[in-house]
């Protein structure tokens, strides 16, 4: 569906991206990753063909960025962070102008705009004045400006940016539903956003790609390293320590609190095969009580924090 191809762009001599590569298949929802200054909003700018690169191509379909900027722009709908829309006007009015805008039938508009309205839960908020409406339903208004000409491809920069627990959580679900028709790239800095939302995500760090898999291999560990939480009473940190590092695949043990009687300690694993039958086996042969065990499974948060980091150092 999409294919980026060596993507290079120059400010003068600073390269924001450093000949990236990756491709989005039809029907995806790809979370675009990164800090500040990565080079994200750099990579959408092209991809939506507000600028065009130093270097590289970004083919969609049979299309080019050179060639057919019209042709992409139409299969494109794009929701910044700051929704664009008039505040001074009422929301079905401003969604029969951008109908009007997107060359909508005039007799399908209402039929479209009532069905983009139950999409993206605005059919009550329809009558009044958009200054009047939360972020929340601003950032809907704006989604729904986005797929008004029903676009193959969806392009959201922080689609929840600024919004409250629960309008996260709807707007979410709200991407989630549109997913299962339309390829989308959503670009944020909730990682947790990424965890709940997308199949894939990618990583970009100082110009270049950091990482690239799919959003359900973040608990595969593909180094054979992770953790072991347990908290325990009727023993010692000393006891436990010297006891549990007798196993195989324990490779070192940590105190992470004790209070009250119970002491919390985590377990760090290098061990191909999961090793917790083992520990609890072994803790079965002790008069110590055990209270809370279970693995620590690596987050998103965990593989940017180590990549970002890691490319610092």
């Known amino acids: 569906m999409i294919s980026i191809q060596n993507l290079t ?8 991206l450093d000949h990236i590569n990756f491709e989005v298949d039809k029907g995806e929802i790809l979370g675009l990753l990164g800090p500040n200054g990565a080079g994200k ?8 063909c507000y600028m065009l690169p130093s270097e590289g191509n970004i ?21 910044p962070e700051s929704a664009p829309i008039y505040q001074h006007m009422i929301v079905y009015d401003y969604l029969r102008y951008v109908a009007d805008i997107r060359e909508i039938d ?13 999409l993206c839960g605005i059919s009550n908020m329809m009558h009044k004045n958009v200054s009047e409406l939360s972020k929340g339903y601003k950032q809907r208004v704006g989604l729904a400006h986005a797929m008004m000409s029903d676009p193959e491809i969806l392009v959201l920069d922080e689609p929840t940016s600024g919004l409250d627990p629960n309008q996260i959580i709807e707007v979410r679900e709200i991407i989630k539903e549109i997913g299962k028709k339309k390829t989308v790239i959503l670009s944020t800095h909730i990682l947790s956003e990424v ?3 997308c199949d894939r995500y990618v990583i970009i760090n100082q110009g270049k790609i950091a990482a690239d898999d799919k ?58 095969e999961d090793i917790r039958g083992s520990i609890y086996n072994h803790i079965k042969t002790t008069d110590w009580i055990l ?23």
């Open 106 to 118: 005039p007799a399908d508009q209402k039929k479209r705009i009532h069905h983009l309205a139950d």
């Open 215 to 272: 959003t359900s291999n973040l608990n595969k560990s593909k180094d054979s390293k992770y953790d072991i939480s347990l908290i325990l009473a009727n023993t010692s940190f000393d006891t436990v320590k010297s006891s549990l590092k007798t196993i195989g695949g324990v490779q070192d043990i940590s105190k992470t609190f004790e209070k009250d009687g119970n002491l919390g300690v985590k377990i760090f694993c290098a061990s191909s």
């Open 291 to 313: 209270l809370d065990f279970r693995r620590e499974h690596t987050s998103l948060e965990d593989v940017f924090r180590k990549l970002t980091k890691e490319d610092q150092e």
């Open 59 to 79: 083919q969609i379909k049979d299309l080019n960025i050179y060639d057919n900027p019209l042709e992409i722009k139409k299969m494109i709908g794009y929701l």
């Open 41 to 48: 909003t750099t990579t959408i700018r092209m991809l939506t």
């Open 195 to 197: 965890e709940a939302s």
């Open 9 to 16: 762009k120059y400010y003068d001599r600073f390269c924001a």
